[in-house]
């Protein structure tokens, strides 16, 4: 079992940073590929980033390529997505997920965090 908690969100100017952390329990982190979806209102749930088990290997949406950078630290139980250049079509609320294979296709997690709200002003 993995049990996983966003902090970071908030409201921040277009053209702004933000920094979403996810703190991960469990022994077992450090075996499963990390990612981040987002949910904005009205819309389906979509991928944002993934990274794999080693931190070796990345992939993101094309909509937030260049401008996110997904990263870990698994002696911290730690996945962490860096916003740059936010745009107000992010707005959206981020989850952070745990699952096999993540980087190499479209899978559904197997564990999911709460969400973290980010809002992003024009």
């Known amino acids: 079992q993995v049990q996983l908690v966003e902090t970071g969100g908030g409201l921040v100017q277009a053209g702004g940073s933000l920094r979403l952390s996810c703190a991960a329990s469990?022994?077992?982190?450090?075996?499963?590929?990390m990612g981040w979806f987002r949910q904005a209102p009205g819309k389906e749930r979509e991928f944002v980033a993934a990274i794999h088990w080693s931190g070796g290997s990345t992939r993101y949406a094309d909509s937030v390529k260049g401008r996110f950078t997904i990263s870990r630290d698994n002696a911290k139980n730690t996945v962490y997505l860096q916003m740059n250049s936010l745009k107000p079509e992010d707005t959206a609320v981020y989850y952070c997920a745990a699952g096999d294979y993540m980087v190499v296709r479209a899978v559904r997690p197997s564990y999911w965090g709460q969400g973290t709200q980010v809002t992003v002003s024009s």
């Open positions: 469990g022994r077992t982190f450090s075996s499963y590929d």
